[in-house]
């Protein structure tokens, strides 16, 4: 039993995009003891489950490696003139270059009220929309193929749904690793019902692949092939819901115009498989009164990632697989609140609220609800934009905060340059070191998981509480507290003078609902304007909120309306297209980057707990044996890998041959960097080509050589 100074406090697990609840023992007060680490039994994500990340993440609370005091161009400094200093240096930059010289680049780490805060100060107070965050690498792609089909960025689908589905694809998602509660979840809703079909669709044999019916490992890239064909099937196998289609979508014959050509014959030859393997999805697709499409990074981190979404979502709507239990296309984003980024407005081609910023009405609705004199009236720089903009010598501060852009983006030659070239780089951080900070003028520390106190939203759009269990860690304060500070310094005292997150949240739900009138799914009206209590004590909510939504439906689009002008989804031509990287005599490997099952990120804090590092404690190079075989390299051999991009960078990895892997295609995690070792920087043979549409790097198609070190 608990003692009176002891007290279970429920918050989440900070890594992806499930939102697991996490309970912790806290003992004594805010500067206690933390304990019996364990998954909240009452949360809807989890049900009392965690993965390996989520169960040690105590151990990874390492004060020693902790940034603990803001340091302005090399000396220590109090906040107040750390804060002072920021805000005149970016005040006289505005002056000089304007308020596109400044970019803020964030991450799908900060909570919902950090993210709303920062928003409001770029775009509202600063006047550019220069600010982009990490979750562009993630999940934008799936963004823009939800405004697309649906007038707005929707995922329609619950977890629930993966418990009460007849075929589960899972397209582009290692979900065992990457997405592990979720996996358990498929794992036992297929054991409860062995009727369930699984399909993988993904070049690699991986863990997720051992549940699955049929596996098809189709060549990297050649996605929108393979859902154009099973379009193309539907049509010609009596699999359209024709009366849906009729009065729910348009668009509807362009896009199977679009796919005629995709037979069983032609998507084999693009995708490299056997027919018979898609004859049986496609048969079961047509079939099946439901299925799911879960997707992930490997549909979104692509250069024709909008498209692939797109092609993907096409099927559901022509089927009606859409709107009803256990059916839909089901985006899975990669970080713990990349939908509560986006519901704020977080990408530098939104507003707040989710309206638009090429919207003059919606920027009207915005402006007056901040009371803000210089709301950006375009859409300012993607993250790649942002780096070479800065790299150009146009971009003449950066504002980096909670990520590590170093290590974690494409290109690092292009990010090293970029941070080179600015007059001003602030660094927004918790951890004392990481291949950022040596680039940094001003280096001001931020608080954590297990200090930070908030909100996120998961992958299927449910808000949670992550609650401080300790006090900040040294100096640290809190990022929306960070941002306050400076714009209250740079004279925004009015629009900034928060003192709890709970002002922020509430604030941030009463512009959702500020000229909705129902146009507009996300509408959090109902929870603006709650008690310090009711903040502290709010319990997990899923959107929308069953009163807000404009059909009284819980179930999005069970009425057959979507949120475009005419409430009709859009189905949307799609032409496969090759990835941009491609390989040649001289890089003659497709190269494909991605995460493993105990790391996160760039592994500035899952790298502190010695047991996430026994599932492996270096990075590798999976190479079918065909291949190894044929360039000599035997088991743990190092391998040196070159890319185009990368004239004076050698990625030396050893080699893992692995039948699971395609020939001609190797697979590298990207997690470790130069803090590790200075031949692991994965993202650095990526050239940063990424989606016109949606600004996302390709992570999934480089193209390498590779050879005996
Ligand atoms: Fe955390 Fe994701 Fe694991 Fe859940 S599945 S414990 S959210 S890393």
Redesign the pocket.
């Known amino acids: 039993s608990q003692s009176a100074t002891e007290q279970l406090v429920q918050t989440t697990?900070p890594?992806?995009g499930?939102?697991?609840g996490v309970d912790v023992l806290q003992t004594g007060s805010m500067k206690g003891r933390l304990s019996d680490l364990k998954g909240s039994p009452e949360h809807p994500a989890?049900f009392g489950r965690?993965?390996i990340?989520?169960t040690h993440l105590l151990e990874t609370l390492d004060p020693a490696k902790r940034l603990t005091t803001p340091v302005v161009f090399g000396q220590p400094a109090s906040w107040e003139s750390a804060t002072d200093i920021v805000a005149a240096r970016l005040s006289s930059i505005i002056e000089q270059h304007g308020p596109d010289a400044i970019g803020l680049y964030g991450s799908g780490q900060l909570l919902t009220e950090d993210y709303y805060v920062a928003n409001k100060l770029m775009k509202g107070f600063i006047g550019t929309a220069n600010i982009d965050t990490n979750s562009r690498l993630c999940m934008s792609s799936a963004v823009v193929a939800h405004k697309r089909a649906f007038g707005e960025d929707i995922v329609p689908c619950d977890y629930e749904d993966l418990e009460h589905t007849d075929l589960l694809i899972l397209v582009g998602s290692n979900a065992a690793w990457t997405?592990?509660?979720?996996y358990q979840r498929i794992e036992r809703a297929k054991l409860r019902n062995p009727a369930m079909k699984v399909v993988v669709i993904d070049p690699r044999h991986t863990d997720s692949s051992t549940i699955a019916d049929l596996h098809i490992a189709l060549r990297a890239g050649s996605d929108s092939a393979l859902y154009c064909g099973l379009l193309h099937y539907l049509a010609v196998n009596n699999g359209l819901d024709n009366a849906f289609i009729e009065a729910s979508t348009e668009g509807f014959d362009r896009a199977l115009d679009a796919a005629k050509d995709w037979t069983l014959a032609t998507v084999a030859e693009a995708c490299d498989v056997p027919e018979k393997q898609l004859r049986t999805l496609y048969s079961w697709f047509a079939q099946l009164p439901r299925v799911i499409s879960f997707f992930s990074m490997g549909i979104n981190q692509s250069t024709t990632g909008v498209d692939k979404g797109n092609a993907i979502i096409n099927c559901h709507l022509a089927s009606g697989k859409i709107g009803r239990e256990g059916c839909g296309p089901f985006s899975i984003t990669g970080q713990?609140n990349a939908m509560g980024g986006r519901e704020v407005g977080g990408l530098s081609n939104m507003l707040a609220a989710h309206m638009d910023i090429d919207n003059p009405q919606h920027r009207e609705t915005v402006s007056a609800f901040w009371q803000a004199p210089n709301l950006a009236s375009q859409p300012g720089l993607k993250a790649v934009e942002m780096f070479q903009a800065a790299a150009d010598g146009k971009l003449k501060c950066l504002w980096i905060m909670a990520t590590n852009p170093v290590a974690s983006m494409p290109n690092r030659a292009l990010i090293e340059k970029a941070l080179s070239n600015c007059e001003l780089v602030i660094v927004s951080e918790t951890a004392a070191t990481n291949d950022t900070l040596k680039f940094a003028d001003i280096v001001l520390p931020a608080t954590g998981w297990s200090e930070k106190n908030g909100t996120v939203t998961n992958s299927e759009r449910r808000i949670s509480r992550q609650r401080g269990l300790l006090d900040p860690h040294g100096m640290a304060r809190h990022d929306w507290q960070i941002i306050s500070m400076v714009a209250c310094a740079m004279g925004f005292e009015k629009a900034f003078a928060y003192q709890h997150p709970q002002q922020i949240f509430s604030e941030h739900c009463a512009l959702t609902a500020a000229d909705n009138n129902g146009s507009r799914a996300l509408d959090l009206g109902a929870l603006a304007g709650l008690s310090l209590t009711q903040y502290d004590n709010l319990r997990p909510q899923q959107w929308p909120l069953a009163e807000a939504h404009r059909s009284g439906s819980e179930r999005l689009f069970a009425d057959g309306r979507f949120y475009t002008p005419n409430g009709k989804a859009r189905f949307i031509a799609i032409t496969p297209r090759a990835p941009e990287q491609q390989t040649s005599s001289q890089y003659p490997f497709v190269l494909n980057t991605g995460r493993l099952r105990d790391q996160w990120h760039t592994m500035t804090r899952t790298g502190n707990a010695p047991r996430l590092l026994k599932h492996t404690d270096r990075p590798w190079l999976s190479i079918h044996p065909r291949d190894a075989q044929r360039l000599g390299i035997t088991d743990g051999a190092l391998v040196t890998l070159k890319a185009a991009c990368s004239d004076n960078i050698d990625v030396i990895l050893p080699a893992r041959p692995d039948s699971k892997q395609r020939c001609g295609e190797l697979f590298a995690p990207f997690h470790w960097s130069a803090t590790w070792g200075s031949h692991c920087k994965v993202g650095a043979l990526l050239n940063g080509a990424n989606d016109a549409l949606s600004g996302q790097p390709e992570l999934k198609h480089g193209a390498v050589s590779a050879e005996v070190f």
Do not use: I, R
Request: charged letters at 5%.
């Open positions: 697990c890594y992806c499930v939102g697991c989890n965690l993965c990340k989520g997405h592990p509660v979720l713990p």
